[in-house]
């Protein structure tokens, strides 16, 4: 019986300890239109919004710019991640990518993107909300290693 205590007190801890390193809070702000095709200017609002939507467990603050965000030294974005996002038409195609990063240390967390034909209006939801799930699950876990530190094991090898 004690051991089975044990047992059920180490995975209480284990699971703890995993949802407590997790990202609490994404900063979400419009995506940027490289190449200020007013034809695809609307998707500045609906990229994000397809973010949003997979956002179960994170509390979504949408941000009108980054500047109040940098240099900040506020304990309420200790376990924020902010999103990065921008697309560009380069006729017949569209590429959307996105960095998350670390609030407090700017560490890139998640580096995606993906390519669709710009007609194809179903390619970019699907492939933005596919994206977002596998992303924010990853943040909201906690089970990341920083790109960058990622990055750097791979030259030293």
Not at 29 to 34: A, D, G, Q, R, S
Not at 119 to 133: L, P, R
Request: net charge negative; aromatic share 12%; charged share 20%.
């Amino acid at each position: 019986m004690l051991s089975l205590l044990k047992t059920y007190l180490c995975y209480f801890i284990l699971i703890h300890a995993v949802y407590a390193t997790g990202y609490k809070t994404l900063i979400l702000l419009e995506f940027e239109n490289t190449l200020y095709s007013k034809q695809f200017d609307y998707l500045r609002h609906t990229l994000p919004d397809y973010i949003k939507s997979q956002a179960n467990n994170l509390d979504i603050e949408y941000a009108g710019s980054i500047e109040p965000y940098l240099g900040m030294d506020n304990s309420k974005y200790d376990n924020a991640a902010i999103l990065l996002g921008k697309y560009s038409v380069n006729e017949p195609y569209i590429e959307v990518s996105y960095t998350i990063y670390n609030m407090m240390n700017w560490e890139k967390l998640v580096v995606d993107s993906y390519e669709c034909h710009f007609s194809d209006n179903e390619c970019i939801k699907d492939n933005m909300i596919s994206s977002a799930q596998a992303s924010l699950g990853t943040i909201a876990s906690g089970n990341i290693i920083a790109i960058e530190e990622e990055l750097d094991k791979t030259d030293k090898k």
